[in-house]
């Protein structure tokens, strides 16, 4: 098949957040999309497990786009993070961000991320569990304080953005893939196209 061939076939993409870090992840594949916010009920059910939550907001925010855009490729996903068993919210203030930084000093924190692509041209569904461990080092009062005030990361899960400075606070991450951590599981999404039939990076799509 020739890239001219694999590039008239290749249906429109919709990135279904409107969340900028997820844009700027996708934006690494070099695909033209549009995205669209997914109008749903997050809610968790009682006694669900963050992994299966994930998966099933996933899913979700991607069939409410099914009818909207009928040939299209349709990629949603969803993340909770979790310590010591429990979901990890945004802090909002720097007050509850210094708390839960305080809380993470020599722990670990889980992130679980689900990927849907929905294919609608062809009627095919895929989906993906990404999940990312977060080690952090001892850390100090006055470099919780320090790094808060730098970054103000307080519309984050974790109260920290690991893809800017909030990397001097881990000692290690156990993932396949960086990018989960931020919101896109990017190499699970490049082996998703590849089921698909398109072979990433394609030129002028």
Avoid: W
Wanted: charged share 20%; glycine share 4%; net charge negative.
């Amino acid at each position: 098949m020739t890239t001219a061939q694999t590039i008239n076939r290749l249906p429109p993409i919709v990135l279904g957040s409107t969340s900028p870090f997820r844009k700027n992840l996708l934006d690494k594949l070099h695909l033209n999309f549009i995205q669209d916010a997914p109008d749903i009920d997050e809610t968790p059910f009682k006694d669900e497990m963050p992994a299966e939550m994930v998966l099933r907001l996933a899913n979700a925010k991607a069939e409410v786009f099914k009818e909207k855009y009928p040939a299209h490729i349709i990629i949603t996903s969803d993340q909770c993070a979790v310590f010591d068993n429990q979901p990890i919210g945004k802090p909002h203030t720097f007050e509850n961000a210094v708390n839960q930084l305080k809380q993470f000093s020599n722990q670990a924190i889980t992130f679980y991320t689900g990927l849907v692509v929905l294919n609608t041209s062809s009627g095919k569904h895929y989906q993906y569990l990404d999940t990312t461990k977060v080690f952090f080092r001892e850390l100090s009062n006055d470099v919780i304080h320090n790094y808060l005030t730098i970054e103000e990361p307080f519309n984050c899960a974790g109260s920290f953005k690991s893809e800017d400075l909030g990397v001097t606070l881990f000692n290690k991450i156990e993932s396949r893939d960086p990018n989960a951590l931020i919101g896109l599981p990017l190499m699970a999404l490049t082996d998703i196209f590849y089921e698909m039939g398109y072979a990433l990076p394609i030129l002028n799509n």
